[in-house]
């Protein structure tokens, strides 16, 4: 912590005048500062920090002080703590400079900021909205401020959406979506092609916005946690842990280990069966079907220990705030120890299958290649960064339930689909490992499984989770016992763009195999 | 190759025959598998092509349509499959809770559907939003002023492959599909 004054120090030196610094939790530091310094303090945290825009957002803290509050925040790796630099910004002047120009991570959150707020990152150089469409929505209503009221009908600004066009001999555009051919989320994919390569792909997302972040205003802290499970299905519990972490934090509650290690091995469980559904999906794609077949397998097989363990497939209700539910029974360790042996035999045999295979291997090696300066220029997070070289893992910066379980941190340099998928593998490995460290550790422990939760003070904290795809954030300012503003990050949101350069200089044939490696959700990025 | 061959040999048939004991009551899959047949073959020849569109789901309710099509459930075997194009299904299974940008697309894939056609909602989602019920991007209209009202609902957040099936054929025993 000492360290870390250091830094604010060298932010002083800057010439950025600190209004005051909040550590009320040792992971994380709000740094307030004046709305004209907001763009020099993010641009010298984003070097010094070496850490790409994790989240950035706005609240409406207007009658309070006549004033909507901007944040940023940075992770930094080294001092093991969140970042969080705070500026008010003057209702009568809504705007605020850009960063979009200097941090690419930063552009489509002020977009979001723009569109759900009002306010105006001044010298953005993209202004289309990302959730609310224009075929839609009018100009001039902001959902997330607070004295928006929801009404009928609204008559749309009537704008047709403007698609970056490459122009030139010979070159063609295949739109494709909103609907899919497979059973997945929808999302417009336009790909701009000259003979066979991709020369541009752009992506417009926000078809499955339900207005998430608003939902959340008013909730019961405990109706809250059953809505974060709602906010993308594959990631339910990491996105409950993350909401319930931020509430703890925020009210400084002790969790007990017990909970803990029953949150951490339902985290490698969700890691699991998402990873062998990722897995199957590049077999799939590439049209590989007996290992697709294989893996589909696999993922009910821990979709029934789910069941089993906590009565959810998708491990929805696991969690309150200060623990979990209910304790595993020794039969219930017993079970998952058992299965998830025969889980890592099994997808042994998998990776066998797909590794070993030419025809397979031909697919994948090479093909959609993010290289490592791209992940780290776009801020591409979690399991994708990480297979382009990135060692980045919140597991690893912030190991605590983690600590002592010799987490191996698993990485790849490429950056192709192979990459990912091996990424994938091995995760699927450690992932086994630690569910029979914790477990092991679980069946030796008595006590509670929850701390008790008096009602919750106002206050606001970062929660944030390692899930499979990478790094899940929720921001929470509680005030009245009740959720005033819930700011969500899925890692899809960080990471649609990487897709869209990942696929480039590749044919459109191969574009669903390195869709399907990313495997980023639409409704976590477009809440 | 080995390691197919392998496995393929060893592992045998995976699937099932019954439901698995914990998992709420539902008929035997088998059963319920071959009535539905019965009566699809009785309304659309050979088979019913589903047609699934996403209105702003989180995602696992489509987790659990995919999942009916591996080896274990393999709904394929009954005749019912999920097709590409709107233009090959005979049902429109609609899952989320209908966000305004999805209206138009929701309505273009339905009017692109050849008839005779019917839709399924699946998930408390498609129901009433569910969770996203008051929520000021749901398309005020809902889903049975675009697209003609459900004639089946299964209910669950996400409801279970098994649900899904056996509420498949509960309705199409009672209720056949009227021609639209
Ligand atoms: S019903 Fe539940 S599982 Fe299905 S889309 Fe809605 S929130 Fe997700």
């Known amino acids: 912590m000492k360290i870390f004054s250091g830094v604010i120090e060298e932010l002083r030196a800057q010439g950025v005048e600190i209004l005051e610094v909040l550590e009320s939790h040792p992971q994380e530091a709000v740094i307030r500062i004046k709305t004209e310094d907001f763009h020099r303090a993010c641009l010298f945290m984003h070097k010094r920090l070496s850490s790409a825009v994790m989240a950035m957002f706005a609240a409406d803290e207007r009658k309070a002080k006549n004033a909507f509050e901007i944040f940023c925040v940075f992770l930094s790796r080294e001092f093991q703590k969140w970042c969080i630099l705070a500026a008010d910004i003057p209702q009568d002047r809504p705007a605020f400079p850009s960063l979009a120009r200097d941090i690419h991570s930063a552009s489509f959150f002020e977009r979001e900021i723009r569109e759900m707020f009002g306010l105006e990152p001044e010298g953005h150089p993209d202004k289309r909205r990302l959730h609310l469409h224009d075929e839609v929505w009018p100009n001039g209503l902001f959902p997330l401020r607070k004295d928006f009221v929801v009404f009928g009908p609204v008559a749309p600004n009537g704008a047709a959406y403007c698609f970056n066009r490459v122009l030139g001999e010979g070159i063609f555009e295949v739109p494709v979506g909103p609907v899919h051919a497979g059973i997945i989320g929808p999302g417009h994919f336009r790909f701009s092609a000259a003979g066979e390569p991709i020369v541009n792909l752009e992506i417009r997302l926000g078809f499955t916005h339900r207005g998430v972040e608003k939902v959340f205003e008013h909730k019961t802290l405990d109706e809250a946690v059953r809505m974060a499970e709602c906010v993308a299905g594959d990631t339910a519990f990491g996105h409950s842990w993350a909401f319930c972490q931020a509430i703890e934090k925020a009210s400084a509650l002790k969790v007990p280990a017990r909970a803990l290690y029953e949150r951490a091995i339902c985290l490698e469980l969700e890691r699991l069966y998402n990873h062998f559904a990722g897995i199957g999906g590049i077999a799939l794609d590439v049209g590989f079907s007996f290992a697709a077949q294989f893996a589909s397998v696999l993922k009910e097989r821990v979709l029934r220990l789910n069941q089993r363990l906590t009565g959810s497939r998708y491990l929805k209700g696991v969690n309150r705030i200060g623990g979990v539910r209910r304790g595993f029974s020794r039969q219930d360790i017993q079970a998952l120890l058992c299965e998830i042996l025969s889980i890592s035999g099994d997808h042994k045999e998998l990776k066998q299958m797909l590794l070993t295979s030419v025809s397979f291997m031909d697919r994948v090696d090479e093909t959609g290649v993010l290289r490592q300066k791209t992940a780290r220029d776009l801020g591409v997070v979690g399991l994708a960064a990480r297979a382009s070289g990135v060692a980045m893992d919140l597991r690893k910066v912030f190991p605590d339930v983690y600590a002592g379980s010799d987490f191996r941190l698993i990485t790849q340099e490429r950056g192709d689909v192979l990459s990912r998928l091996r990424v994938r593998m091995e995760e699927v490995e450690e992932s086994a490992r630690l569910i029979i460290y914790f477990a092991d550790r679980l069946a030796d422990l008595a006590g509670a499984v929850a701390a008790n939760f008096p009602l919750a003070a106002a206050g606001c904290a970062l929660g944030a989770v390692e899930a499979w795809r990478g790094p899940v954030l929720y921001w929470v300012k509680v005030a009245d016992g009740q959720v005033d503003r819930c700011k969500v990050v899925d890692p899809s949101f960080h990471n649609w763009p990487g897709l869209a350069f990942a696929v480039l200089g590749n044919i459109i044939p191969d574009f669903p195999v390195c869709n399907k490696s990313f495997d980023l959700s639409y409704a976590g990025n477009d809440l | ?180």
């Open chain 2, 1 to 180: 190759m080995w390691t197919i061959l392998k496995n393929s040999f060893f592992k045998g048939l995976l699937t099932e025959k019954r439901v698995l004991p914990d998992i709420p009551p539902c008929p035997e899959i088998e059963g319920v598998g071959r009535e539905l047949k019965k009566t699809i073959l009785s309304l659309y020849g050979r088979s019913l092509h589903l047609r699934e569109v996403d209105t702003g789901s989180c995602g696992a309710c489509e987790s659990e349509i995919v999942a009916l099509s591996n080896p274990i459930y393999d709904i394929q075997r009954f005749g019912i499959d999920f097709v590409a194009s709107p233009r090959h299904a005979d049902a429109l299974v609609v899952t989320g809770a209908l966000s305004r940008n999805m209206v138009l697309a929701l309505k273009k894939t339905y009017d692109a559907m050849p008839g005779p056609k019917f839709v399924i909602t699946v998930g408390d989602c498609a129901m009433d939003g569910g969770a996203f019920g008051d929520s000021y991007y749901r398309a005020r209209q809902g889903v049975q002023d675009i697209v003609g009202g459900a004639i089946l609902h299964i209910p669950g957040c996400p409801p279970s492959p098994e649900q899904i099936l056996s509420a498949l054929l509960g309705f199409l025993q009672t209720r056949p599909p009227k021609e639209r």
